[in-house]
């Protein structure tokens, strides 16, 4: 029939079998894309729209391209396209939860957290109302989009259990062992008997594996577990790392073919490499830093032709030349994909007989390099530059506190190495000439500088913690990070220029959907911004500027950096969007990052420097590498994350009761997260603390909103607090509100309205009708949610049959 395509779409772009049609605007193809029940290929837009012909074809790749770039469209597996936010018809899901009602809740198994939470899936059960899966199954499923945006799930076919692991605290009580779980999500103690201890003693920090029900459970619905490993006392403090490193899934330790190649490594010979071992090249590194892959030098450049310009140096240590392609090394290297830090510990990429040995630039020993020579201009533009593979001799290893004292003019600080007072004199000013004018540059571009505030763990000598402290940032440490920042942008222009493959840096642009959000909640600070416009990481920062130093700085830093894309690796170069460059790559850090190293390796080929660069048909790996190195980061990241909370949790157990100030920096329908001032450790006022109320989640405003009394509770609010609970092993706190609770209105006062926290006297909630309720509608009977939906229906009728829930919110614990 004509006007429709082989797979009975309409199709939008031709009129009868004849004629013509022509190329499609953005809008119609998106539109196209929005409307299909599930992700297209290109082919199908293609033939959708009659185009045909390489030059059209080309057109529409770059058309598509575009419309990714802008947050319009997301890619799916196997190449496929849809709209933002939207999951794939079919893929795999966990089943993570049972809400309220009893229906199951399941999530993907890969999920980008950065993302925010996925959105609800319920899992539809079979065509009798029996549940197909249970708690913690697999399966592969086919989803359908509910007009509420909720996702129902029909199984395909189920999937094998993965192997369950618990690590936890074994505790022997009245009832018997007990595995307490160290995993904050988990809502249940395990069954551990005396004889699946593996002769642990109570109080031990252990990693235990599920065993099978064999059709009998627990009276109290717990499952038992067996002692696979014992990994120490469980009130060591020390175990805190442990800990995270295990539900991570971090590598801790390395194949011993791995720690043998480290081992039996040597000193590079010159050979053909640039001798650079005259020139001052120094380190600039954090006091407790043990690894130095970075130096640095400048002098003005002595071209006339540059008045005021100046020549860099940036020398990394050439950790290729240790590290060759398929090796233990390398494959050891790629299962971790980067360096993880603890408050106590590091887990290195590579053993330490290379990162902190041959692969360190330790001061006054030769150490092979990869640098690269820049020439800059007095306004900080780019205008040549040269790679080399050298051999260097670092001058001296310094502290960014002692750099910045002596550019200060003040005494020498702690933590230096021995007197580099001569040496600091020598390299200081050209440093310091270069990156001013770096920095002319920076400003010229807008980049986005977002103010966030870093926390560092002080440890005491037995491992405990003994403060939490802000960490400084100098201008020694933007010194450092610009002269970075210009040698990665060399080494990724210089792999274009070779048509060598390159492991990108990449930053897009900020999803539209949460650059809206963003605009909403700053229109009720009273700042205008425009959602709508092509953004720019400049417009960001002059919003950064207009609150700097008001209390609502930190607020508004932290909704911009949620709005951000998550920056990852790619051989797809779309630029970096924060600091609005078109080329980036990572290349000064190949002692920690493995993108660093595959760059490393790609100039080798490219320049001929050496018979360790890239094997051959690497670029066809490429994409899988970026994708396995960007999750890598984001486990370490979390990992990180997770670490600094556990660590303060201990700190603060022993002040419990104590009273703090704190910001409110996410809002859910089962209550507050708060971030403290004094340590900056995030915690949860649950909802079922709040002063009497029927509380609605307006997603909208970030807020919960009390229907009888008025209290309104919105993200970024300043709030009093007292500490409840502070559990080192899950790195959770539990804080409630430090405030008497008003005297509520009588029967006859609903109108009455209480005064509102966090916000200046006199405010009162906006009377507008909430756009999304809590689970309650103040009368303890449940809502149908919406009408002609399976998932709705079945909900109404459980309703009708009296299945109200509590009028305070949901179990803080069950998120």
Not at 217 to 243: A, F, H, T
Not at 441 to 462: N, Q, S, V
Request: proline share 6%.
């Amino acid at each position: 029939m004509a006007g429709k395509t082989d797979s009975g779409r309409k199709d939008p772009g031709r009129k009868d079998k004849a004629a013509s049609a022509p190329f499609p605007s953005k809008e119609q193809v998106l539109a196209f894309i929005n409307e299909s029940a599930e992700p297209v290929g290109k082919r199908e837009i293609a033939r959708a729209f009659r185009i045909k012909g390489s030059n059209d074809r080309i057109r529409l790749k770059a058309l598509l391209k575009e419309l990714k770039q802008d947050g319009l469209l997301e890619k799916q597996p196997s190449r496929r396209l849809s709209g933002p936010g939207r999951l794939p018809n079919v893929l795999v899901v966990e089943v993570s939860e049972m809400d309220e009602d009893g229906e199951l809740l399941a999530r993907p198994t890969v999920w980008d957290d950065d993302k925010g939470a996925p959105p609800r899936i319920y899992v539809a059960p079979d065509n009798r109302s029996r549940a197909v899966l249970a708690m913690g199954e697999r399966a592969l499923v086919r989803l359908q989009l509910a007009d509420d945006g909720t996702y129902e799930a029909h199984v395909i076919r189920k999937l094998d259990r993965p192997t369950q692991r618990v690590l936890g605290v074994y505790e022997l009580g009245d009832q018997g062992g007990r595995l307490r779980p160290t995993d904050k999500r988990a809502k249940k103690d395990f069954i551990l008997r005396a004889a699946e201890a593996g002769g642990a003693a109570p109080g031990e920090l252990v990693l235990a594996e599920l065993l099978p029900q064999r059709g009998r459970r627990d009276s109290l619905g717990l499952r038992s577990v067996r002692v696979l490993e014992r990994l120490g006392r469980g009130d060591d403090p020390r175990s805190l790392s442990l800990i995270t490193l295990h539900e991570h899934g971090l590598i801790s330790e390395f194949p011993q073919k791995a720690v043998a190649e480290a081992e039996a490594a040597t000193a590079a010979p010159l050979g053909r490499r640039q001798d650079l071992r005259d020139i001052p090249l120094v380190t600039i590194d954090g006091a407790d830093a043990r690894d130095f892959d970075d130096a640095v030098y400048a002098e003005a450049d002595d071209d006339p032709k540059n008045p005021g310009g100046w020549h860099l140096l940036v020398a990394i240590a050439d950790v290729a030349h240790y590290v060759t392609p398929d090796s233990a090394l390398d494959r050891s290297a790629y299962a971790r994909g980067n360096s993880t830090y603890f408050p106590d510990r590091v887990l290195p990429m590579l053993p330490t007989a290379l990162s902190n040995g041959w692969c360190s630039l330790n001061p006054n020993e030769d150490r092979p390099c990869m640098a690269v020579h820049l020439w800059i201009d007095a306004e900080g533009n780019a205008l040549k530059h040269k790679f080399v593979r050298g051999l260097m001799r670092s001058a001296a290893r310094l502290t960014y506190e002692e750099v910045q004292a002596a550019r200060d003019g003040q005494p020498a600080v702690d933590g230096g190495a021995g007197d580099n007072g001569a040496v600091l004199s020598a390299v200081l000013p050209s440093l310091y000439g270069a990156f001013e004018a770096l920095l002319k540059e920076r400003h010229a571009r807008g980049t986005l500088e977002l103010d966030l505030p870093e926390r560092k763990i002080r440890l005491a000598e037995d491992g405990s913690v003994a403060a939490i402290e802000t960490r400084v940032r100098l201008d020694s440490h933007r010194l450092i990070e610009e002269f970075m920042i210009a040698a990665n942008v060399a080494a990724a222009k210089e792999l274009e220029r070779l048509r060598q493959p390159c492991m990108y840096r990449i930053h897009d642009k900020p999803d539209p959907l949460r650059l809206a959000g963003l605009a909403e909640v700053l229109r009720d600070l009273g700042l205008r911004f425009n959602a709508s416009q092509v953004v720019r990481p400049s417009a960001l920062t002059q919003l950064l500027t207009k609150v700097a130093g008001k209390p609502e700085a930190p607020l508004v830093n932290d909704l911009i950096l949620r709005a951000q894309s998550q920056a990852v690796y790619s051989p797809d170069n779309i630029g970096h969007f924060g600091l609005a460059l078109t080329h980036y790559a990572h290349f000064t850090s190949p002692i920690r990052r493995y993108a660093d190293l595959l760059v490393h390796r790609a100039l080798i080929g490219g320049l001929k420097l050496g018979d360790d660069g890239l094997p051959p048909g690497s670029e066809a790996l490429f994409e899988e590498m970026g994708g396995h190195i960007s999750a890598t980061e984001r486990s370490s990241a979390a990992a990180e994350r997770d670490a600094v909370d556990r660590f303060t949790a201990a700190f603060l157990q022993e002040r419990i009761g104590a009273r703090f100030w704190g910001r409110v920096n996410g809002v859910t329908r089962f209550g507050l997260f708060l971030t403290l001032d004094d340590s900056g450790a995030s915690g949860l006022i649950p909802i079922s603390t709040l002063p009497r109320d029927f509380y609605h989640h307006v997603e909208a405003r970030h807020s919960l909103e009390g229907e009888r009394w008025g209290r309104v509770y919105r993200l970024g609010d300043r709030l009093q607090v007292r500490l409840v609970e502070a559990e080192p092993m899950t790195g959770g706190l539990i804080l409630a509100l430090d405030e008497p609770e008003d005297g509520e209105a009588g029967p006859g006062d609903q109108d009455a309205e209480a005064p509102l926290p966090g916000r200046p006297a006199g405010r009162k909630r906006s009377r507008k009708k909430p756009q999304k309720r809590t689970k309650t509608d103040g009368t303890g009977k449940k809502k149908a949610k919406s009408k002609g939906s399976t998932r709705a229906s079945r909900k109404a009728e459980r309703s009708a049959k009296g299945g109200g829930t509590a009028a305070k919110g949901a179990d803080p614990r069950k998120r």
